[in-house]
T-cell receptor, first 114, second 108 residues
């Protein structure tokens, strides 16, 4: 598609429940990135993929977060056993050539953990 | 650690009142500087990429410029629809480092 599509738009989970977020990158883009926006404008990098391979996962809290980008499927970000501090907006972005080229962002998924 | 600092934090303008936003950065080997616009409840919308000092890009009432240490986003004769948060970002290894943004409010 011509834009990055994220679903769902909103997600509410009880503490300890699982949350799964989806992202369809722009067709032809090889790189996918996940960011977490907690405070008003603070973006925290989580993970990036080059096609289906993890490129950089230095921002991921690995004990509860996992992510995949499989061929012919939307990419996914999964949080096991959510905590209150996971409440945030999660953005997916895609680009043609990694972060040396423009990254286009989806509209985000707002996760609220109660 | 690469740093991106934006100022001011907030800017309130009257319609037609031109102004500039600043983005200063410390990065070894700049591989581009990106400007985004973010509206409430939306994802960042790509505006410009600048790669080298002296480069300028324009889009409608916005013009972005780049020096060796900072970038400016000039808003000429703004309209209320230019109200948004403007973010700058630089590549830092294989991820983007974002500034905290400047929230611009344009009153009619």
């Amino acid at each position: 598609g011509e834009e990055v599509a994220q679903t769902p738009k909103h997600l509410v989970r009880g503490e300890g429940q699982k949350a799964k977020l989806y992202c369809a990158p722009i067709k032809g883009h090889s790189y996918v990135f996940w960011y977490q926006q907690v405070l008003k404008n603070e973006f925290k990098f989580l993970i990036s993929f080059q096609n289906e391979n993890v490129f950089d996962e230095t921002g991921m809290p690995k004990e509860r977060f996992s992510a995949k980008c499989l061929p012919n499927s939307p990419c996914s970000l999964e949080i096991q056993a959510t905590k209150l501090e996971d409440s945030a907006v999660y953005f997916c972005a895609s680009s043609q050539q990694g972060h040396g080229s423009e990254a286009f962002f989806g509209q985000g998924t707002r996760l609220t953990v109660v | 650690e690469d740093q991106v600092t934006q100022s001011p934090e907030a800017l309130r303008l009257q319609e037609g009142e031109s102004s500039s936003l600043n983005c200063s950065y410390t990065v070894s080997g700049l591989r581009g500087l990106f400007w985004y616009r973010q509206d409430p409840g939306k994802g960042p919308e790509f505006l410009f990429t600048l790669y080298s000092a002296g480069e300028e890009k324009e889009k409608e009432r916005l013009k972005a410029t780049l020096t060796k240490k900072e970038s400016f986003l000039h808003i000429t004769a703004p309209k209320p629809e230019d109200s948004a948060t403007y973010l700058c970002a630089v590549p830092n290894d294989y991820k983007l480092s974002f500034g905290a943004g400047t929230t611009v409010t344009v009153r009619a």
